[in-house]
């Protein structure tokens, strides 16, 4: 179901962000990300030649993040091809700091702590929660295949269908309304783990 209908009104400025997950060849996953700002009116920016025209990017900018299965980052580049001012273009030259981290649970608290404030740029920054969902959606078939593969050793090791469903551990258990434990979805997909109504006290089985 589409939004409801708006009130009159005349569009004055367009954010384009674009992301990509790509598997590499190397076994190491990059995560490229691209915002792009324009205006409907032109705009007087001196360090621009002192104009720019509507549809001329305010800021253009560019993000690759590389991780390995792990979530690590194992390497990172930032470009600003456009912004407002000629010094912006050096905000992005920290953004090599991020080497190292994991994209986990703080991820973006630790990365603010070293591309933060005035290391860094704002709308650089802005992509990192979009490179972080990114990276878990193009992970994704990476993380089912270790899944199933663990689910076969234990298959192997005699283990029963449900012991196997029980040693399951979702990630996205509780990361947002319809993983909830206590929504249908889970009920569905992890029984064992369901606590909405209906639920029956499983005790060891």
């Known amino acids: 179901m589409p939004l409801s209908p708006p009130a009159e009104r005349h569009l004055t400025h367009l954010r384009d962000i674009v992301l990509r997950g790509y598997e590499r060849a190397d076994g190491l996953f990059d995560i490229e990300a691209h915002i792009r700002d324009t205006k409907t009116l032109g705009l007087h920016l001196p360090d621009r030649g002192g104009w720019i025209e509507p549809g001329e ?17 194992r390497g990172c580049e930032a470009v600003t091809e456009q912004g407002p001012f000629s010094i912006c273009q050096d905000g992005a030259r920290h953004f090599d700091r991020l080497v190292g981290l994991s994209i986990q649970p703080g991820f973006l608290r630790e990365a603010n702590a070293r591309v933060g404030g005035i290391d860094g740029c704002t709308h650089l920054r802005e992509l990192l929660q979009q490179i972080g969902t990114t990276a878990y959606q193009t992970l994704w078939p990476v993380r089912m295949r270790r899944a199933e593969a663990r689910r076969h050793r234990l298959a192997e090791q005699g283990l029963s269908r449900e012991a196997i469903a029980r040693d399951a551990n979702p990630e996205l258990l509780n990361t947002c309304y319809a993983y909830a434990d206590t929504r249908e979805t889970v009920k569905r997909r992890w029984p064992h783990l369901y606590r909405g109504p209906g639920e029956t006290d499983r005790g060891n089985c």
């Open 57 to 73: 990017p305010l800021h253009d900018m560019w993000l690759r993040v590389t991780i390995d299965e792990d979530m690590t980052i």
